[in-house]
């Protein structure tokens, strides 16, 4: 049974009315390939600026990968919160270092912005190479393109589903989008959605309806594999399920909770400052025309699902922008579509003025919009009090390699640290539990045991102080007090949205520890 359908078919909703282009005209596939190499530039040196992440997740990603392929570890290449795509993905860059990792993620995204440019070609819409800046300079995309967090490989995996779906390749469209959940959760629903793509789609109205719901068991192979590897690894057919996270549960509120409009609010942080403006006019556009109907869908379902999960504080949502870079290309693709439809309405004007100076014109105002729009992402990813902390934590590392102790035991409360002592993240001094518990690992622990203290992650994430530690029979080996200020110069990132707690002050203030039990 063929499940491949024309392209060239009848018109239905979501297809564009221009006739797709099937080969590479060379000039824009040039200016996207100049977009491609400035991004690909541009993120290998965000990734020596910035040698940690934002977030603590992104450490314990690439932990999760560096260390799955060991013995006794390969659990994690089927764990539920590690994502076994990602994991699969980043196991052999993992192995060279934290650096060649993220220097992986640039290349996820660089790959994502080329599948967008290649899907805003084939929609046949005006302008395409600029699909790639609409993308990269969203923000949240160039904020995680050089952390190793998973959202990336999902709009990679998410842009060439939906290519080969609307290029006629049904099948291998729903094979593609399979793997989606094995990159993030937000894949279940995707799946959910791109079934009702399969069952509306206007091209396939000859068959009949069973057996379009037949075809989309497609769109469960992804998860199928996933749990023949599971049970492959572990022997238990419910491993999925006894190792799904307890704070993803549907009555858990472990970030709490927020308005419903709170993504709305972050708008500036999910398509940027400037280029939101375009983007709510190209979703207009293509809202009341009916067009683009899978590239809308997917943007609004995963808006009214997260905000429905945040406002009523389950499955332990946290309201991060970042959820968004999932479905990025989708919203880089609508803020084109508005681009041009800005660029129409403003044709009339243009058109009264000489043919230099209208072309002249419109280049300063499109650049314009860029560069403001390229500054005000790198301040945000400038912003991101984390991100400068590695800077501290590097020179901590440093101390002790230049005044060793044998080490037999590590204890740490942010992952950076596992990640500088190359230490196995399932090995080390756990802190977990309640406080009673933490202190009383801490006195049990074996003589030769170190722990990397971060005062605010030790006080915010596990409920210890210094004073904590060193009472519990830790003599302390250093201390560091930090005053990092900002890299980059230029206006910085500012915030009036919630949840403001992710930005930094102008100069960001901590300390770090070194305990060791003698």
């Known amino acids: 049974m063929s499940v491949r359908l024309s392209p060239s078919s009848a018109p239905r909703a979501g297809a564009s009315a221009l006739k797709p282009r099937r080969h590479l005209a060379w000039a824009p596939a040039r200016h996207a390939l100049l977009w491609l190499a400035a991004f690909v530039a541009l993120g290998a040196l965000l990734v020596i600026l910035y040698p940690d992440a934002h977030q603590d997740d992104a450490g314990a990603h690439f932990l999760g990968a560096r260390w799955a392929w060991r013995p006794g570890h390969h659990t994690m290449l089927v764990d539920v919160w590690g994502r076994p795509l990602f994991t699969l993905l980043y196991l052999l860059p993992a192995q060279l270092g934290y650096v060649a990792a993220k220097l992986m993620t640039v290349v996820v995204c660089a790959a994502a912005a080329w599948q967008t440019w290649r899907l805003a070609e084939q929609l046949g819409l005006a302008r395409a190479p600029l699909a790639?800046?609409?993308?990269?300079?969203?923000?949240?995309?160039?904020?995680?393109?050089?952390?190793?967090?998973?959202?990336?490989?999902?709009?990679?995996?998410?842009?060439?589903?939906?290519?080969?779906?609307?290029?006629?390749?049904?099948?291998?469209?729903?094979?593609?989008?399979?793997?989606?959940?094995?990159?993030?959760?937000?894949?279940?629903?995707?799946?959910?959605?791109?079934?009702?793509?399969?069952?509306?789609?206007?091209?396939?109205?000859?068959?009949?309806?069973?057996?379009?719901?037949?075809?989309?068991?497609?769109?469960?192979?992804?998860?199928g594999v996933w749990w023949l590897a599971a049970l492959a690894i572990t022997g238990d057919p419910l491993f999925i399920k006894h190792n799904w996270p307890g704070n993803w549960a549907a009555d858990e509120?472990?970030?709490?909770?927020?308005?419903?409009?709170?993504?709305?609010?972050?708008?500036?942080?999910?398509?940027?400052?400037?280029?939101?403006?375009?983007?709510?006019?190209?979703?207009?556009?293509?809202?009341?025309?009916?067009?683009?109907?899978?590239?809308?869908?997917?943007?609004?379902?995963?808006?009214?699902?997260?905000?429905?999960?945040?406002?009523?504080?389950?499955?332990?949502?946290?309201?991060?922008?970042r959820y968004f870079v999932c479905v990025a290309p989708a919203i880089a693709v609508i803020a084109l579509a508005g681009w041009n439809a800005i660029a129409t309405l403003a044709s009339p004007v243009l058109g009264m003025l000489p043919r230099r100076v209208a072309r002249l014109g419109a280049w300063v105002a499109a650049g314009a919009v860029l560069a403001v729009s390229a500054q005000r992402a790198l301040a945000?990813?400038?912003?991101?009090?984390?991100?400068?902390?590695?800077?501290?934590?590097?020179?901590?590392?440093?101390?002790?390699?230049?005044?060793?102790?044998?080490?037999?035991?590590?204890?740490?409360?942010?992952?950076?640290?596992?990640?500088?002592?190359?230490?196995?993240p399932w090995g080390g001094l756990s802190l977990g539990g309640n406080r009673a518990q933490k202190l009383a690992a801490l006195r049990a622990a074996v003589p030769g045991t170190l722990v990397f203290l971060d005062r605010e992650a030790g006080a915010n994430n596990f409920g210890l102080?210094?004073?904590?530690?060193?009472?519990?029979?830790?003599?302390?080996?250093?201390?560091?007090?930090?005053?990092?200020?900002?890299?980059?110069?230029?206006?910085?990132?500012?915030?009036?949205?919630?949840?403001?707690?992710?930005?930094?002050?102008?100069?960001?203030?901590?300390?770090?520890?070194?305990?060791?039990?003698?």
């Open 380 to 424: 945000y990813v400038d912003a991101m009090p984390w991100s400068r902390d590695a800077r501290a934590a590097d020179d901590v590392h440093a101390w002790f390699r230049q005044h060793p102790r044998p080490v037999r035991q590590l204890a740490w409360t942010r992952a950076y640290a596992a990640i500088l002592f190359d230490w196995d």
């Open 465 to 518: 102080a210094p004073t904590d530690i060193a009472e519990a029979g830790f003599t302390l080996l250093y201390e560091r007090h930090y005053h990092l200020a900002r890299r980059l110069p230029g206006p910085a990132w500012q915030v009036n949205e919630p949840p403001r707690w992710l930005y930094g002050e102008a100069v960001r203030s901590g300390a770090l520890y070194l305990f060791y039990k003698e």
């Open 132 to 223: 790639v800046p609409l993308l990269v300079l969203q923000p949240s995309v160039l904020l995680l393109s050089v952390e190793t967090m998973t959202e990336p490989l999902f709009a990679l995996v998410f842009t060439v589903a939906l290519r080969l779906h609307l290029g006629g390749r049904v099948r291998a469209g729903m094979a593609t989008a399979s793997l989606l959940p094995l990159a993030r959760p937000e894949g279940f629903f995707l799946c959910a959605l791109w079934g009702v793509w399969v069952l509306l789609d206007r091209r396939d109205a000859g068959r009949p309806w069973w057996r379009r719901v037949r075809s989309t068991l497609w769109l469960a192979a992804g998860v």
């Open 253 to 321: 509120s472990t970030y709490g909770r927020g308005s419903f409009w709170t993504y709305w609010q972050l708008r500036r942080e999910i398509v940027g400052p400037v280029l939101w403006v375009p983007f709510v006019v190209g979703l207009a556009v293509l809202l009341a025309r009916r067009r683009l109907v899978e590239t809308t869908s997917a943007v609004l379902v995963l808006f009214v699902l997260h905000s429905f999960l945040w406002a009523q504080g389950t499955m332990g949502s946290a309201g991060y922008p």
